[in-house]
């Protein structure tokens, strides 16, 4: 069986990372707008005071605010059939809590998505991609406070109702799991005493972060409830940051070990988001920590009438756990020991297209509901050479995870919806703020300092890929 005829071949882009004009619009902070860059071995760092002199690449991203009509226009050209995009919350209501949505941002999504439609590109859209409001942090506690919930819901309600029929596909929290783990304490639950310097490595009161992490999926679950009520044809999605770890030995306790990790990082957010209530392996984990979480009758009918349409996740590499190995390391956040097998990429990510295929059999086994890769892709450095992008490595990894995913389909009968590659063009890193760590068919002329006519250049990739679209799979 070849990829459905309805396959949506896409890319994928969020705004914090492309969009760029950080305060223009009536655009309010964002948590990605305090973030300085960094690098590999530099992490990011997240100030609150913006003025002394650091260097933010989300306040220019790569322009795209400016350039989305041309932006689109060349993905049009590549043959893209759907582009994943983010909403910067903070575009539309600037604070969070403001009593009205920013009718500028507004207009701004409107027109991106119309020029999908003229492009016919299908946009699938995030609702929350690392970027919430920095007010929300600051004068709320971000997702430990209960009001926060209302203010994500009015959110979505208003792009819901403001982008019906024009957009169809909807995610709501981006890589919501990396809330189970300490580094998700600041963008994905936007708790204050995270917003430290060290962006990625906080830990706190571990009661307060699963509070807030419950607190995020009632927003999601209450969202998808909206959803499907303001638009019956809405399809809403969760996203969960998939880390496929093998036991590093056959080991029985190597063993035990990946599958805990496995049940904490990889099903706990997707079990609560599309079967609308907690396992009891985390029931279980919060009585034996002594951790009381405030859960209602109403907030577990919001769960389980909140349930996701589909599932949709990232896939990029996959890891080795030991019992006693480190799982959490620097610039790598879900990454565990290295496997001996597999080739690293310069920023230490290991390629594993079979474990597409395994990812996807285990989530279809487990959910039966249809799947999206909404992000898979090759973070490299590309040289422009004779004003062309020669980029057969990034060809390699994309081809090898296509012909996974026909390998699941066709062998394994598993029901795939799409796949978004990261990234439509080149854009800022959101784990090191680099441009230098380039996953884009198009490349952009944009370096680490800042510096760069931002000119927009086709890669090898993008002629490749147009062909693969354009035989729905079968050119790879
Ligand atoms: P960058 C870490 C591990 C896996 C996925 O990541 C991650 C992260 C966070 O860095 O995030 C997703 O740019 C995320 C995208 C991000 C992409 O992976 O660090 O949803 O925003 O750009 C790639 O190489």
């Not at 060290?198 to 307060?208: Q, R, V």
């Not at 799409?418 to 439509?424: E, L, R, S």
């Not at 680099?434 to 993008?462: C, F, W």
């Amino acid at each position: 069986m070849p990829f459905p005829n309805n396959f949506l071949w896409g890319a994928a882009l969020a705004a914090n990372q492309c969009e760029g004009a950080w305060n223009e619009g009536g655009k309010g902070e964002s948590i990605a707008d305090h973030l300085t860059s960094g690098s590999r071995t530099k992490p990011r760092r997240f100030v609150q005071d913006l003025n002394l002199g650091d260097y933010f690449p989300s306040h220019t991203g790569v322009d795209f605010y400016h350039r989305f009509e041309e932006d689109i226009a060349l993905f049009g050209q590549i043959g893209l059939k759907s582009l994943r995009l983010s909403i910067a919350w903070s575009r539309i209501f600037p604070n969070g809590d403001d009593a009205q949505p920013n009718e500028e941002g507004l207009r701004f999504y409107e027109r991106v998505f119309t020029t999908c439609q003229e492009n016919n590109i299908t946009p699938i859209v995030t609702l929350s991609h690392f970027e919430m409001p920095y007010h929300l942090i600051t004068a709320y506690n971000g997702f430990a406070n209960k009001k926060v919930i209302d203010m994500f819901v009015r959110y979505a309600e208003t792009c819901f109702t403001r982008y019906k029929g024009l957009v169809q596909y909807w995610l709501t929290f981006n890589e919501i799991n990396f809330g189970t783990l300490g580094a998700g304490r600041l963008f994905c639950l936007g708790l204050r005493d995270a917003a430290q310097e060290n962006y990625f490595f906080t830990s706190g009161d571990e009661t307060e972060q699963y509070q807030a992490l419950h607190n995020v999926f009632l927003a999601s679950a209450r969202a998808v409830i909206s959803g499907h009520q303001i638009d019956p044809e809405n399809q809403i999605g969760c996203m969960i940051a998939n880390g496929l770890a093998y036991p590093l030995t056959p080991k029985p306790e190597d063993v035990l070990a990946t599958q805990q990790r496995a049940d904490w990082f990889n099903n706990f957010c997707g079990d609560v988001q599309v079967r609308g209530s907690y396992p009891s392996f985390a029931k279980r984990r919060f009585e034996r920590r002594g951790i009381k979480l405030n859960v209602t009758a109403a907030d577990e009918a919001d769960l389980l009438n909140g349930k996701v349409d589909f599932y949709s996740f990232s896939y990029y590499s996959s890891s080795c756990v030991a019992k006693t190995s480190e799982n959490v390391g620097q610039g790598n956040l879900i990454a565990g020991q290295k496997n001996p097998y597999l080739e690293t990429s310069d920023w230490g990510w290991q390629t594993d297209p079979s474990g597409l295929r395994l990812t996807l059999n285990r989530l279809y086994q487990r959910y039966q509901v249809p799947l999206m890769v909404v992000e898979n892709g090759l973070g490299a450095i590309d040289t422009l050479e004779d004003g062309a992008v020669n980029d057969p490595y990034r060809i390699d990894y994309l081809r090898a995870h296509v012909e996974a995913m026909h390998q699941a389909i066709d062998e394994d009968g598993v029901d795939l919806i799409g796949y978004t590659m990261w990234t439509a063009m080149d854009v800022i890193s959101a784990g090191t703020g680099e441009m230098a760590k380039r996953y884009g068919l198009i490349y952009v002329d944009r370096d680490d300092q800042g510096q760069g006519s931002l000119t927009r250049i086709p890669k090898a990739s993008s002629v490749w890929y147009h062909d693969v679209i354009a035989s729905n799979g079968d050119s790879a």
